[in-house]
């Protein structure tokens, strides 16, 4: 049985950073499947993520929707952060994304805390965002709990 990658993109971004603050996350993830793979070094990934809108070779043609899924060339290297990347045909990184994990209907709630969390931008401590979920999510307990919980694994 293969498992489906969902990933959720950002148009044109410039680095990396674009792709993980800028999507919508009301943006429904996309199904994709990947047609290529490129392994990068370390050095070349970090050169790459931060400067997606240069033209690559081994992107151009690539890309695109095929039977409901995007067409994706991923994009790895030890210790980073896998890359999805549809060029549409041309040869940079038109729309880049990365997987988003699909919650289970038990851990809906957790997995949006954790994500928040997760993804904060850089500049907002993990105080600090958990100080703003308590403002936000006062009058659920439950949420209250997990919050507590979350605080208590730093």
């Avoid at 950073?17 to 499947?33: G, K, L, R």
């Avoid at 896998?82 to 990365?98: A, E, F, I, K, M």
């Avoid at 009058?139 to 605080?151: K, P, R, T, Y």
Wanted: net charge negative; charged share 25%; glycine share 6%.
């Amino acid at each position: 049985m293969s498992t489906s990658i969902h990933a959720r993109f950002t148009r044109k971004p410039c680095s990396i950073d674009e792709v993980h603050h800028n999507s919508d996350p009301s943006a429904p993830p996309e199904v994709i499947t990947i047609e290529f793979r490129k392994e990068l070094t370390e050095t070349e990934y970090d050169a790459f993520a931060n400067t997606l809108l240069e033209d690559r070779d081994w992107l151009a043609g690539r890309g695109g929707h095929a039977d409901g899924h995007r067409r994706v060339v991923e994009v790895s290297a030890p210790g980073r952060t896998t890359l999805y990347v549809d060029p549409s045909g041309s040869s940079y990184g038109r729309y880049v994304g990365v997987a988003i994990e699909s919650p289970t209907p038990s851990n809906d709630q957790a997995s949006a805390i954790r994500w928040l969390l997760d993804n904060r931008r850089p500049e907002v401590s993990i105080d600090q965002a958990l100080r703003t979920l308590r403002i936000a999510l006062c009058c659920d307990a439950g949420a209250m709990e997990l919050l507590d919980q979350i605080a208590s694994e730093k």
